[in-house]
């Protein structure tokens, strides 16, 4: 009785993890500085990235002011917000 209790309620929890964008505004902070612009998108529907069906955060990352600033694009994962690629724009 236990196990048809418990089990879905775990598969249920893995499902609906909390996505945490702060942590990911936090680890870009980290790689970068003077940074002036973030943006966010998170994708439910999930991309085909590295193999895997993902679910995603990709964005926009801005550094540097006026004439100097470099745009760069990124996709990290939701729930663990490591940063898995970042490239020029």
Known sequence: ???VTVIP???WLV???R???KKVVDNLHLQFENISF???DYQADGQNRFGLNTNT???VLH???DENTVKYNFLADPY???IMEITVQ
């Open 19 to 21: 996505v945490d964008t």
């Open 38 to 40: 973030i943006s966010l």
């Open 63 to 65: 550094v540097g002011n």
């Open 15 to 17: 499902l609906h993890r």
């Open 1 to 3: 009785m236990l196990a």
């Open 80 to 82: 663990t917000a490591e």
């Open 9 to 11: 309620l775990l598969v």
């Open 57 to 59: 955060v990709s964005g």
